[in-house]
């Protein structure tokens, strides 16, 4: 068997993309240079519009096909405005999130992806546009409801991802989900290299969606000591807090994530803490450099991280590492031999 066929997976001729390589669309970080350098690379680029009003979103999209004749998603948060009780079924979204949402489609966008929230109120329009509808989850419950709804691709994130996370391991949420739906499943959390790819294959998904290695990139946008600081860490170098939204979040521990330790019962719950704390202070840190004085979203691959390269560069050795991954350990293994016997 050709060996490049094991990674271009359904989901790939699907989008029409070369590699199964997914960026995530992190807000305040992904935005069009990087969107648009991983779709040039292969994979698929995603413009992160979590802390976009609509005007800026526009301009990004514009922007990222004016870099690119490739493919590209836009990832939504999509925050639900409470339905009164004789309209339960219908799903309602706020206003800022509504017109993100016109004009992804507007625009003729053709994957929206859900970083939270219910995307199923978009999934009637988006199927007869034929957009496909992708959404972040972190447990089998709600995979199952997804599905129901309609959704078209599940992102399954385990609790080693950088930034809004679940309690749920990737290893073995990836197979449950895998196991629990019939839509294809991408693997996200703790995912930074080609063994990542293809462990992920092993696990049922159909591909990777990776957030903070795509940090450490020249085309991110975020201050040279945010991609510096990930780097320096290690896997030992994140904590889950409150502190930046009111919901768990995985942050760089620093002199801000350690100012919160014991005063947890102050934390305002989402989404006041993010407009009091997150929002003002993540910018402080991502976009000025003051990186102790707010909210760094990473992940536990922080460890995994050692250069700062172009998007394009992490695209194309996730996918050499992987073919390398599958011929040394699985196909042609070579194992250090052990130690010989020093018994009597
Ligand atoms: C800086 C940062 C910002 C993020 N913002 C969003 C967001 O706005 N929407 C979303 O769907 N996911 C967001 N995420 C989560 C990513 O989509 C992704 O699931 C996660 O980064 C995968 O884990 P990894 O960081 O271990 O690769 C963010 C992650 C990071 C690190």
Redesign the pocket.
């Known amino acids: 068997m050709d060996v490049k066929s094991i990674f271009h997976t359904p989901i790939c001729a699907r989008l029409g993309i070369d590699y199964p390589v997914f960026q ?6 992904a935005k069009a240079e990087l969107a648009a350098a991983v779709s040039n690379a292969g994979g698929l680029g995603c413009i ?1 519009s ?1 802390t976009m009003g609509s005007h800026e979103l526009r301009e990004q999209i514009r922007k990222t096909r004016g870099l690119t004749d490739k493919p590209f998603a836009v ?1 939504i ?1 999509f925050a639900e405005i409470k339905a009164d009780k004789t309209d339960k079924d219908v799903v309602r979204y706020a206003d800022n999130v509504q017109r993100l949402i016109e004009i992804t489609f507007e625009e003729k966008i053709p994957v929206i ?4 929230g219910n995307p199923a109120g978009i999934i009637p329009q988006a199927h007869k546009q034929g957009v496909v509808v992708m959404s ?1 989850c972190g447990n089998v419950r709600q995979a199952r409801k997804l599905e129901a709804s309609g959704i078209d691709v599940i ?1 399954a ?1 385990g609790h ?5 996370t679940g309690r749920i391991g990737t290893l073995t949420l990836v197979p449950q989900i895998a196991d629990a739906v019939n839509v294809p499943v991408l693997a ?5 290299d080609g063994r990542g790819l293809l462990a992920a294959i092993a696990l049922g998904a159909q591909g990777i ?5 795509f ?1 450490a990139t020249g085309e991110a946008t975020a201050h040279a000591n945010y991609k510096n600081r990930i780097i320096e860490i290690d896997e030992e170098g994140t904590t889950i807090t409150r502190c930046h939204s009111g919901k768990p979040c995985r942050l760089i521990r620093n002199k801000f994530t350690d100012s919160w330790v014991g005063r947890e019962s102050e934390i305002q719950p989402f989404p006041l803490q993010m407009a009091k704390v997150g929002f003002v202070l993540a910018e402080k840190a991502r976009y000025e450099g003051k990186i102790d004085d707010g909210g760094l ?5 922080a460890g995994l991280i050692r250069s700062i390269k172009p998007a394009g560069q992490v695209v194309r050795d996730v996918m050499a590492e992987a073919e390398a991954a599958l011929d040394r350990r699985i196909l042609h293994p070579a194992w250090p031999s052990a130690p010989a016997s020093t018994a009597a």
């Open positions: 995530a669309g992190m807000g305040f970080v992160g979590g990832d948060l992806v859900s970083g939270l972040l992102i994130q080693e991802a950088g930034g809004h996200a959390g703790g995912i930074a969606w990776m957030g903070s290695r940090i979203a990473c992940g536990q691959s």
